[in-house]
């Protein structure tokens, strides 16, 4: 196996510390540095990356209400910015030559990637300039049971007392849901590389739906981790993307999702 990737963060600054050893997959982004794995081969091309992106890169910069990122992914019709000529170019491709399909949905699965990684660096940006305070705060108090009429302070504490920084909670709630982040980045993800899932919630889930997770003996967790692996006891299971995903069968427009990976996740 090559390695783990982190799923479903891409930016270091919504990860917290990872064991030693577990990378975060760069779609062709971030700094080079050994906590990131950059593919040898990405489907766009630095300047048609940066193309596609130079719009968004100039919506994100307007946007003070973090709901509103999610927008900017377009994550709908498998076509990003559907407006812009970029799309409809691919989409015509599409239609007279069929055998680039496989390859314009490689570039759309990188996009989507790049774009999620831009959605987290707004979170983030956001919260560093305390725009997103009051909201974060009032959604907090509302999944609380409190109302506005309780003291700040109680809110203070009672927000304290969750343990959930503001970055995690604004990325779990606003950025792409995993599912819909998973067939981009298994489609972008080196071959062999196994995917990392430190959320508890996303690990029930799995556990729920009835997946072949089984505990991790000493050995394997020594071949997972050789600097040493999480405090938490892990589960593993070696599956095929559609199925992690929760689909039933096979996906036809998503073939990558046929190879199987290792999965980690923690035993609840």
Known sequence: MNGLLFFPGLHPGLTGDLPVGVRLLDPGLGEADEARLRPAVLPLRAEELDGCLRECDRLRREVRDPKDLALLAGYGSGHFFADTSFAAREELEDHMHPERVTARRLRAAQLALCLAYRIEESLLDLVDAGECDARFATAMAES???????????????????????QAALAEEFRPPWRQLLP??????????GLFIADPEIADSLLD????????????LTALFPQGGPETPMLAATLPGWRLRGNTRPDPEAP?????????????
Not at 184 to 193: C, D, K, L
Not at 212 to 217: E, I, K, S
């Open 144 to 166: 609380l049971g409190m109302t506005e009429d309780d003291a700040d302070e109680e809110l203070i504490a009672a927000l304290a007392a969750t343990g959930i920084p503001a």
């Open 256 to 268: 990558w999702l046929d190879v199987p990976r290792t999965i980690i996740i923690p035993k609840p």
């Open 184 to 193: 981009p980045f298994w489609a972008i993800a080196p071959e062999g590389a």
């Open 209 to 220: 739906a009835g997946l072949p997770f089984a505990p991790v003996c000493a050995g394997e």
